[in-house]
């Protein structure tokens, strides 16, 4: 299967940074998608990029699928971005492999 | 609007025994998915349901068993409990792309 490698494994910042989280995969996805994890375990759906740029928001993602990874911005970062952050890819729709995860802290 | 709906939100159960797990897909879903998703690691999928197919299963164990019903309501099955079952059950849906989760059902066994 699909082998996904996010970094950094753990991520602590002073509210109002920038950071970039990462995530490699061991093959080709044509699914790629990034969540947030809350404390209480509900995974959010941040983006659906199998390719390209988007943004919402504070939030941004970038996949370059061609070289087979995929990046998330956060700016001008808030207490409550605080979570886990994953990323899972597909090589089609029936089944997601997911990352270990990001754990990001902000720090008021 | 619902979203995705799971029950019960915590179990406990004693090893050996049958647990079942019910996940409600988001409205204009048809297609359910199952994960399980161990403390400190991220979610493993278990298999996925389609017009009450199982359409695709991940490397778990024949004691995982679900079903599909015709509102696209989906149950997971767990026979045989052993303590490493313990883990937190996601239950997602997705009519498309865009893969939306519940909540969860938080699994002990003792």
């Known amino acids: 299967g699909i082998q996904v490698e996010q970094s950094p494994p753990d991520l602590i910042l002073q509210e109002g940074a920038n950071s970039t989280l990462r995530c490699n995969f061991s093959?080709?996805?044509?699914?790629l998608q990034w969540f947030h994890q809350n404390p209480w375990g509900q995974l959010i759906n941040l983006f659906y990029?199998?390719?390209g740029t988007k943004q919402n928001g504070r939030l941004s993602a970038t996949t370059v699928a061609t070289e087979r990874y995929s990046l998330l911005y956060i700016s001008s970062s808030q207490t409550t971005d605080s979570g886990v952050y994953f990323c899972?890819?597909?090589?089609?729709?029936?089944?997601?492999?997911f990352g270990a995860g990001t754990t990001v802290t902000v720090r008021a | 609007d619902a979203g995705v709906t799971q029950s019960p939100t915590h179990l406990i159960k004693t090893r050996g025994q049958q647990v079942t797990l019910r996940c409600s897909p988001k409205?204009?879903?048809?297609?359910v998915s199952w994960y399980q998703q161990a403390l400190g690691q991220g979610p493993q999928f278990i298999f996925q349901?389609?017009?009450?197919?199982?359409?695709q299963r991940g490397n778990f164990p024949d004691r995982f068993s679900g079903h599909q019903f015709p509102n696209y309501s989906s149950e997971l099955n767990v026979n045989a409990l052993l303590l490493g079952d313990s883990a937190l059950y996601l239950c997602?849906?997705?009519?498309?792309?865009?893969?939306?989760f519940g909540e969860g059902s938080w699994l002990t066994v003792v």
């Open positions: 899972a890819g597909g090589s089609n729709d029936y089944k997601l492999s």
């Open positions: 093959d080709s996805v044509n699914n």
């Open positions: 990029i199998p390719s």
């Open positions: 409205s204009g879903h048809d297609t």
């Open positions: 349901y389609y017009e009450e197919e199982e359409r």
């Open positions: 997602a849906s997705n009519r498309g792309n865009t893969i939306y």
